[in-house]
């Protein structure tokens, strides 16, 4: 089974910017879509971007279109979610995910980084 491990969180201004990253170890992720989900204090998981294992099919909800930036690069095993202008209300506990090769089925979860965004 995959490992992930996320990092890049942090306290960060709003309007600031942050970089996640996603190592994946004990196999190759390049099959296989990934994707990034936040849990808010009190809240549920939710999806945040996704991506399918040729990096060609994207997908963000709709609260960080045209902020957030999603990417992998496979012959290092990582991924990516850039994240651009950063409100308060994008505080929350970062999760990177494995999905299956159609892009659902998200069965392998990392611990997850904090992001924290003041006003």
């Known amino acids: 089974q995959v490992q992930l491990e996320e990092s890049g969180g942090g306290l960060v201004q709003s309007g600031g910017s942050l970089s996640l990253s996603c190592a994946a170890s004990?196999?190759?992720?390049?099959?296989?879509?990934m994707g990034w989900f936040r849990q808010a204090p009190g809240k549920n998981r939710d999806i945040v971007a996704t991506i399918s294992g040729n990096g060609k099919k994207i997908y963000y909800e709709g609260p960080v279109k045209g902020r957030f930036t999603i990417s992998r690069d496979n012959a290092k095993n990582t991924v990516f979610l850039q994240m651009n202008d950063l409100k308060p209300e994008d505080t929350a506990v970062y999760y990177c995910?494995?999905?299956?090769?159609?892009?659902?089925?998200?069965?392998?979860w990392g611990r997850g980084t904090q992001v924290t965004v003041s006003s």
């Open positions: 995910a494995e999905g299956d090769v159609y892009g659902g089925s998200w069965g392998s």
């Open positions: 004990g196999r190759t992720i390049s099959d296989y879509y």
